[in-house]
C-alpha cells in the first residue's frame, strides 16, 4: 500500500442544533436495544423492509454491553449482517457522547447524510450531530489572499478557477470546497487555497476569526455524535497529545467501521516521513511570503534555490529507477544507493532548511507567515538529521521514488500506540477504562480469535465476535477455480484471464468486474478485453473501464448505470481500493473475476519487515503473516458479488494454487460458503441461467 499525505486536524461540515438527551440508566439499554430491533420496533420505520435478524440483534446487544460496562469488543459481521445499524442504535439509545470513525470520505458522507438522519428521526431523539472533514477539503482565506499574489500560478485555466473560487467565497457558509461545481478533486489549485498543518498559522492569522476550519470545529465540539474517518482519529491522537485538541477525551463510545484499515492508517501516520515534494512546496510557500512581506530583506531567491538544488541532488542520488519503487534502506543508504553520495545529498537538504531557518528568524517579527515558515524549516532540518542516523528499533525505512522522492520510517504495525496512547491499558485512568471501544468490519482474519486483526492493533484482550452473513451463498453465488490455466507467473496468465472475462461479459452483457493484483495486469488485461470485444456490433459491444482512466468515483456511477439507456452493460477492470468499498448490487454486477491469490508483495521492505520479525519469534511468516494477509484480501474482493438478498452472480478466481496446493484448502474456507463450479462447461452453463 502507498504512503498517503498526512491526515489533518478535525473540521466539521454540519452540525445539528438539538440539546443533549440524557443517558439511560445501566441495563436499561439492552431492553432499549431489544424493543428496537423487534418486528414492530422503531426500525421498520428507519429501513425500508426491515425484518427481525438474529446476527444484526445479537452484534447490537454484544455493543450495548459493552458500553454499559466500558471495555473493548471486536465484531466482525459479515455482509449483509447491517453492522451499521447494530453499532448506531445502541450508540445512539445510550445518550453518550459518540465518535464514528470510517475508512473513507465515502462512508463517512454515507453514514452521515443517510443511516444518522434515519436513526435519529426513527428513534425519536434530540441529538446533535457532526461531520468531520480533513482541513485540506476546505478553503483558507490567508492562503486564497496569497494565491492572488502568487507569480507562479500554473496556466491560465488556474487564473479562472482561482476566480470562481474566490468569488465563492464571498457566499459560502461553510467554506467546503464540495460545495464548489466543476472543482476537479485533483486540481493543483487546491493545495494553494487550503492549509495543512504544517502552514497553518494558527492564533497568528489574519484570518483567524472568520477561518473556516475554526468556526467548524468549534461547532463540532458541541455535537452529541461525530463523524470522523480513520486518518482524522490519529492525527487528533498525535495533536491532542500536544495540549491542542479535546475532541476525543470528551467523548465515551467509539466505533471504527470498517476497522480492517485501522493498522495501515495507522502505520502510515505514526511514522515519518520527508518528502522531495515537500521541500518544494516549502520553498514556494518561502518565496511568496517574503516577496510580499520582506522583499529586499533576506536573499529569498538563494534561500529557495538552496533548498530546491538540495531536494534535485537527492533525487539525483537515486538514479534512474521503475516508478512506484520502493528502495529497501537498512544501512547508511537506500539499496543499490553509493552511500556517499546519499549522505552528502541528505546533509546538503539538512543545511538548506537550517540555513532557511535562520533567514526567516531574521523577519519573523514582520508577519506570523514567517512564525510558521521558520518552525517548518527546523521540522525539516530535524527530520533530515533523523534519517542520516540509524533506523529507529521496532521499525522500518525505506524510499519510495516517483517523480519525487518520499524518506520513509514506519513502525512495524500500530500495537504498542494503541494500548498505550489509544486505550491507555495499565494507567489507572478511570475515565479511560470505562470508555466502550468497538472495532467492525466484514472481514478481520480467517479464524476464530481474529489474530490478524487484534495482533498488529494490540487487542489481543479484547472480546471477540462473530456474526456470519445471513446470505444463502450456495443458492444465491457460485465459485469456479478453472484448473486447466495457466501459472500464475506464467506470461500468458493475464491474458487468459482476459479471455475468461471476456467470455462471461460477453454472455452477461457486461456486468463484469475483473480484480487485478497489480498495476501492470490491469492494463493488460483492460488493452486484451477491448480487443476481444472489437469484432462485436456496437450496440451488443461492452463497454471497458479501467481504472486510472477516469475519477473512481466517475468509473462506479457509469459501471452502475450498467445497460440503461439502451447501451451495452460495462466490464470494470480494476485493482488496489476496487477490491473494497465498490459497492454495485442488483444486476449491474453478476460476474468478479479476480486474477491472482492477493499475497503481499514480498520484496515491500514493511513486508519483509514484518515477515523477519515473525521468522525471529519462531513463528512462520507465511503462515501466519501471508496466508492471513491473503486470506483478508480474497474475502473483500470475493465481498464485491453479493451485496443483498435478492443477487445472483459468480465468482471466478483465476489462480490454480488453490486447487493444487495445501494452503488453498484454507483460503478457501475463508471464502463464503458458494457451491463449486468444477469445469468450464458448469461455468458457462452458471453464467446462461443468469440470464433467464
Not at 498525535?238 to 485538541?245: I, K, Y
Not at 485512568?429 to 478481520?444: K, M, P, Y
Request: aromatic share 6%; proline share 6%; charged share 25%.
Amino acid at each position: 500500500m502507498s504512503i498517503v499525505d498526512w491526515p489533518e486536524d478535525f473540521e466539521a461540515e454540519h452540525v445539528s442544533a438539538e440539546p443533549r438527551r440524557a443517558a439511560p440508566s445501566t441495563g436499561h439499554l439492552d431492553a432499549e436495544v431489544r424493543a428496537a430491533f423487534a418486528q414492530d420496533g422503531v426500525l421498520s420505520q428507519a429501513a425500508e423492509q426491515f425484518r427481525e435478524r438474529e446476527g444484526q440483534t445479537q452484534m447490537a446487544l454484544a455493543v450495548a454491553r459493552a458500553i454499559d460496562q466500558g471495555g473493548v469488543l471486536v465484531v466482525e459481521a459479515g455482509t449483509g449482517v447491517g453492522k451499521t445499524f447494530s453499532y448506531l442504535v445502541p450508540a445512539l439509545l445510550s445518550g453518550e457522547r459518540v465518535l464514528l470513525s470510517t475508512a473513507t470520505k465515502t462512508l463517512q458522507d454515507q453514514l452521515f447524510g443517510r443511516d444518522l438522519p434515519r436513526l435519529v428521526e426513527a428513534l425519536g431523539l434530540p441529538l446533535r450531530t457532526a461531520l468531520l472533514k480533513g482541513r485540506a477539503s476546505y478553503l483558507c482565506l490567508h492562503r486564497l489572499d496569497q494565491a492572488r499574489h502568487d507569480a507562479s500560478l500554473p496556466e491560465r485555466s488556474s487564473l479562472r478557477t482561482l476566480a470562481k473560487i474566490e468569488q465563492w467565497s464571498k457566499a459560502t457558509r461553510t467554506g467546503d470546497l464540495a460545495e464548489l461545481p466543476g472543482l476537479d478533486e485533483r486540481s493543483p489549485l487546491i493545495p494553494l487555497v487550503t492549509s495543512t498543518r504544517e502552514n497553518c498559522l494558527g492564533a497568528q492569522c489574519p484570518q483567524f476569526k472568520p477561518c473556516h476550519v475554526n468556526l467548524a470545529r468549534r461547532e463540532a465540539m458541541a455535537a452529541d455524535v461525530v463523524v470522523i474517518n480513520h486518518h482524522l482519529f490519529f492525527a487528533d491522537l498525535a495533536v491532542r497529545e500536544s495540549g491542542m485538541a479535546e475532541l476525543l477525551p470528551s467523548v465515551r463510545v467509539v466505533v471504527f467501521d470498517e476497522a480492517h484499515q485501522l493498522n495501515e492508517t495507522g502505520v502510515q501516520f505514526l511514522g515519518v516521513q520527508l518528502g522531495s515534494g515537500q521541500a518544494l512546496d516549502f520553498a514556494r510557500d518561502m518565496l511568496a511570503a517574503g516577496l510580499q512581506h520582506a522583499r529586499g530583506l533576506v536573499d529569498w531567491q538563494q534561500l529557495v534555490a538552496a533548498t530546491e538544488r538540495g531536494a534535485r541532488e537527492l533525487r539525483l542520488a537515486v538514479g534512474k529507477q521503475w516508478p512506484g519503487a520502493k528502495l529497501r534502506w537498512a544501512g547508511p543508504a537506500p539499496e543499490g544507493v553509493p552511500a556517499d553520495a546519499w549522505q552528502e545529498a541528505l546533509d546538503a537538504l539538512k543545511h538548506a532548511f537550517a540555513e532557511a531557518a535562520r533567514g526567516l528568524d531574521t523577519v519573523s517579527e514582520l508577519s506570523p507567515d514567517f512564525v510558521r515558515l521558520h518552525e517548518r524549516a527546523e521540522q525539516f532540518a530535524e527530520r533530515a538529521a533523523r534519517f542520516a542516523k540509524p533506523c529507529a528499533p521496532e521499525s522500518v525505512r525505506w524510499v519510495d521514488v516517483g517523480t519525487q522522492l518520499r524518506l520513509v520510517e514506519s513502525p512495524l504495525d500500530i500495537a504498542e500506540a494503541v494500548r498505550t496512547r489509544v486505550l491507555k491499558t495499565g494507567q489507572g485512568d478511570a475515565q479511560e477504562q470505562g470508555r466502550a471501544w468497538v472495532f467492525t468490519s466484514a472481514t478481520l482474519g480467517d479464524d476464530p480469535k481474529l489474530r490478524w486483526f487484534t495482533e498488529p492493533c494490540g487487542l489481543e484482550d479484547a472480546e471477540v465476535l462473530r456474526v456470519h452473513s445471513p446470505f444463502d451463498y450456495a443458492r444465491q453465488a457460485a465459485l469456479y477455480v478453472p484448473r486447466a490455466f495457466p501459472k500464475p507467473n506464467d506470461p500468458a496468465h493475464s491474458a487468459q484471464v482476459a479471455r475468461l472475462a471476456a467470455q462471461g461479459a460477453a454472455v452477461l452483457g457486461g456486468r463484469t468486474l475483473v480484480l487485478t493484483t497489480t498495476l501492470r495486469a490491469l492494463r493488460t488485461i483492460g488493452d486484451a478485453m477491448r480487443q476481444h470485444f472489437e469484432p462485436m456490433d456496437a450496440a451488443r459491444r461492452p463497454e471497458v473501464l479501467v481504472q486510472g482512466e477516469l475519477p473512481k468515483r466517475v468509473l462506479m456511477e457509469r459501471f452502475r448505470e450498467g445497460a440503461a439507456h439502451g447501451r451495452a452493460g460495462c466490464v470494470l477492470v480494476a485493482s488496489a481500493s476496487f477490491w473494497e468499498g465498490f459497492d454495485a448490487p442488483g444486476d449491474a454486477l453478476q460476474l468478479v473475476v479476480i486474477d491472482k491469490l492477493p499475497f503481499p508483495p514480498p520484496n515491500d521492505p514493511l513486508v519483509e519487515a514484518r515477515s523477519q520479525r515473525l521468522e525471529a519469534q519462531g513463528r512462520s511468516a507465511f503462515g501466519d503473516y501471508s496466508l492471513p494477509e491473503a486470506a483478508v484480501s480474497l474475502k473483500q474482493g470475493a465481498g464485491r458479488l453479493i451485496r443483498r438478498e435478492t443477487d445472483r452472480g459468480v465468482l471466478a478466481i483465476c489462480d490454480t494454487r488453490l486447487a493444487t496446493m495445501g494452503y488453498g484448502r484454507r483460503l478457501l474456507a475463508a471464502l463464503p460458503p458458494m457451491r463449486r463450479l468444477e469445469d468450464e462447461s458448469a461455468f458457462e452453463a452458471a453464467l446462461l441461467e443468469l440470464t433467464r
